[in-house]
C-alpha cells in the first residue's frame, strides 16, 4: 500500500507523536510506501533544530519513511496563541507543499490534535483519490473546554460541528483509547467504522537500564520520585509539590520534574514559597535519556485533572512508566489508566487532589508495607505481553489492510 500521514508534529519533536513515526517506520519494514506531511520541528520550546533553520520547505528519510515538512511560526508550549497561529498556517503550507508528491496513495491518515489536520488530510484524500483515515489522539475542543484552556461558547460549538463533519467524512476512524471510541461510536452514524489502536512502548522502554543517571545528579543516596512530561494545565502536578512539603523530614525523598510546560514557573514558585529543597526541575532530557530517567526511580507519579475528558485518557507516557518496571503512582479516581494499571497488577491511585493519599502511599512503598519491586515487574510484563508498539502497530496495519474498503 501506499500511505500518507498528515501530522503537525513527528520526530524530532517529543512527546506522544512519537507514535506515528514508530507505527509508520513499522509499515515500511513491512514493505508498504510511507510518507508523512509534518511542519519543521519546533515543538515544545519553539527551537528549531540547526539543520531545518531557515528551511521553508525540507525533505527528508527516516528509516524507510519519506517526510515532507512545512515551515510554521516556532511556538513554545507557553505561547498558545502563537502555536494556534502556526495550526492555521501549517493548513496553508502543508497543502502547498502536498503538490511535491507524485506517488498515488491508497490510504490518507490524518491524526489529530490539532483540529486542522483533519481538514487537510480529507482534501487531500479528495485530490489524491483515495481513503481517508482520522486519528484521533485526543478529543477537541471537549479536551480544552474541559481543563479551562477554552471556554464554553458559540465558537466551541463551531468547532464541535467542524470535527462531527470531519468524523463523519472520514471511511474510518481510529481512536487511540477506548474512551475516545466510545465517545466517538456515540456521535457518528457509522459506529462500525470505529476502531482502538493504542500507543504503546517502544523497546527502548522495555530494555533499558538507568545508564548512571543516579551517579550523574548525585542520586545515590535518594529515595527518587519522578514525573516525566509537559509540565502542563491537564496535570494536577500542585499535589506533588504539596506532598514533598508534608514529606520534608524524609531527608532522603527527593521528587524530580522532568520536562517542562506552562506550569513548571508556578511549581518552582511553590517550592521557593515553601523553601523545599526536596524537589529539583532538570528540564527537557533528550528523547532516548528519558528510559534511563525512569529506570532510575524508585517510583513514579502521574496525575491528571479530575474532569470529564480524563476518565477515558490512557496516556501514552502510562506504557513507558509501566515498562521501566517500577511501582506507579496515579492521580486519578478511576478511568481507563486505573483499570489499565488494576489488569496489570494493581493500581496505587489517589484523587488528583488528595496529598495525604499520595504522601501515605510513598511512605507505604518506601517502607515496605507495599511491594513495590513485585508490582512493578507484573507492570513490565503486562507491557511486555500485551502493550509492545510493534503489537499494536501490526494491528493497526492489519486494520488498514483488511478493514478500509475499496
Known amino acids: 500500500m501506499n500511505i500518507l500521514f498528515v501530522t503537525q508534529h513527528f520526530p524530532p519533536e517529543r512527546g506522544a507523536v512519537r507514535r506515528i513515526f514508530e507505527f509508520a517506520r513499522y509499515f515500511a519494514k513491512q514493505g508498504h510506501n510511507v510518507s508523512v506531511l509534518t511542519a519543521i520541528p519546533n515543538y515544545p520550546d519553539g527551537i528549531v533544530p540547526p539543520k531545518y533553520k531557515g528551511k521553508f520547505f525540507y525533505y527528508e528519510e ?125 456521535i457518528v452514524s457509522d459506529p462500525s467504522k470505529i476502531t482502538t489502536i493504542k500507543s504503546g512502548v517502544s523497546p527502548e522502554f522495555i530494555n533499558a537500564n538507568s545508564n548512571g543517571i543516579r551517579k550523574r545528579f548525585g542520586w545515590e543516596e535518594k529515595y527518587l520520585i519522578i514525573y516525566s512530561g509537559t509540565l502542563g494545565w491537564a496535570h494536577s502536578l500542585e499535589t506533588f509539590i504539596e506532598s514533598a512539603r508534608q514529606l520534608h523530614d524524609q531527608p532522603d525523598i527527593l521528587f524530580a520534574f522532568i520536562g517542562d510546560g506552562q506550569k513548571r514557573q508556578v511549581l518552582e514558585g511553590m517550592v521557593r514559597d515553601y523553601g523545599l529543597k526536596n524537589v529539583v526541575f532538570i528540564g ?48 486519578s479516581a478511576d478511568g481507563e489508566a486505573v483499570e489499565e494499571l488494576d489488569r496489570a497488577g494493581g493500581a496505587l491511585a489517589f484523587h488528583c487532589e488528595d496529598i495525604d493519599k499520595l504522601s501515605e502511599l510513598i511512605m507505604e512503598l518506601k517502607e515496605g508495607q507495599i511491594d513495590g519491586s513485585n508490582l512493578g515487574r507484573q507492570y513490565s510484563e503486562h507491557v511486555k505481553k500485551y502493550h509492545s508498539r510493534e503489537r499494536w502497530a501490526q494491528q493497526y496495519l492489519d486494520f488498514l489492510e483488511d478493514k478500509v474498503p475499496n
Request: net charge positive.
Open 62 to 186: 527516516l528509516d524507510g519513511v519519506k517526510v515532507y515538512r512545512s515551515w510554521v511560526p516556532p511556538a513554545s508550549n507557553s505561547q498558545p496563541k502563537k502555536r494556534m497561529l502556526g495550526f492555521i498556517i501549517f493548513l496553508f503550507t502543508t497543502i502547498f507543499n502536498s503538490f511535491k508528491l507524485k506517488d498515488n496513495f491508497d490510504i490518507l491518515i490524518g491524526s489529530s490534535p490539532p483540529i486542522t489536520t483533519p481538514l487537510i488530510a480529507w482534501l487531500l484524500s479528495k485530490l489524491k483519490k483515495c481513503k481517508f483515515v482520522l486519528e484521533i489522539r485526543d478529543l477537541q475542543p471537549e479536551s480544552s473546554e474541559d481543563f479551562g484552556n477554552l471556554d464554553r461558547s458559540l465558537f466551541t460549538r463551531w468547532l464541535k460541528k467542524y470535527m462531527h463533519y470531519m468524523y463523519e467524512k472520514a471511511d474510518r476512524i481510529v481512536g487511540v483509547t477506548e474512551g475516545i471510541s466510545i465517545f466517538l461510536k456515540k
Open 284 to 331: 527537557v532530557q533528550p528523547l532516548e535519556t528519558i528510559p534511563y530517567f525512569l529506570q532510575a526511580g524508585d517510583v513514579l507519579v502521574h496525575s491528571m485533572k479530575d474532569v470529564p475528558v480524563t476518565k477515558g485518557s490512557l496516556p501514552s507516557k502510562l506504557f513507558e512508566y509501566m515498562a521501566s518496571g517500577k511501582p506507579i503512582l496515579y492521580g
